[in-house]
T-cell receptor, first 115, second 113 residues
Framework: GAGVSQSPRYKVAKRGQDVALRCDPISGHVSLFWYQQALGQGPEFLTY????????KSGLPSDRFFAERPEGSVSTLKIQRTQQEDSAVYLCASSSDQRGGYGYTFGSGTRLTVV | AQKVTQAQTEISVVEKEDVTLDCVYE???????LFWYKQPPSGELVFLIR??????QNEISGRYSWNFQKSTSSFNFTITASQVVDSAVYFCALSEETDKLIFGTGTRLQVFP
């Protein structure tokens, strides 16, 4: 597609519910990143894929967070047993460069609210 | 440790004023990249510029200009003759040998007509 597409745009979850957030990167982009942006803060790195390989998951805040990219294109970020502190905007970015150093293209994000 | 500091939380200017957004970074690497992104109210992050650590030449793109000074670890962004459409949150970011971006906390720019 023309840009990075994320769905849903908004998600309200009850505490304890599992959620799945989807990212469709730009076609052919090798690198895919997930970031978490709390209100009034800068985005914080969660995880990075190069094709289907998850090369860095050091930013995932707990074992309740899980990400996959099984065919090297679409990626899903799953959060189990959501808690209020998980409320944030989740941003996905992709890059044609293997290191992402030439500038990432970000999606519009999924705003998750846990009530 | 890597860190990006944007000390200005919010700046308000009147249209046509020039405005400079400050960015100070910390890194131990000699090879790194610096970025600026714009985040309008719609939420997506719009890429503005990427600079590598070996290129200290200043850059100008239309009304935008960037001043990179390794001596002071700064990568400041100036908008000349600001316009209402420039209103957004601006983020400075750092990338080292790994692929992830380290963002500052952002500066909210409000341009009033």
């Amino acid at each position: 597609g023309a840009g990075v597409s994320q769905s849903p745009r908004y998600k309200v979850a009850k505490r304890g519910q599992d959620v799945a957030l989807r990212c469709d990167p730009i076609s052919g982009h090798v690198s895919l990143f997930w970031y978490q942006q709390a209100l009034g803060q800068g985005p914080e790195f969660l995880t990075y894929f190069q094709n289907e390989a998850q090369l860095d998951k050091s930013g995932l805040p707990s074992d309740r967070f899980f990400a996959e990219r099984p065919e090297g294109s679409v990626s899903t970020l799953k959060i189990q047993r959501t808690q209020q502190e998980d409320s944030a905007v989740y941003l996905c970015a992709s890059s044609s460069d293997q290191r992402g150093g030439y500038g990432y293209t970000f999606g519009s994000g999924t705003r998750l609210t846990v009530v | 440790a890597q860190k990006v500091t944007q000390a200005q939380t919010e700046i308000s200017v009147v249209e046509k004023e020039d405005v400079t957004l400050d960015c100070v970074y910390e890194t131990r690497d000699t090879t790194y990249y610096l970025f600026w992104y714009k985040q309008p109210p719609s939420g997506e992050l719009v890429f503005l510029i990427r600079r590598n650590s070996f290129d200290e030449q200043n850059e100008i793109s239309g009304r935008y200009s960037w001043n990179f000074q390794k001596s002071t670890s700064s990568f400041n962004f100036t908008i000349t003759a600001s316009q209402v459409v420039d209103s957004a949150v601006y983020f400075c970011a750092l990338s080292e040998e790994t692929d992830k971006l380290i963002f500052g906390t952002g500066t909210r720019l409000q341009v009033f007509p």
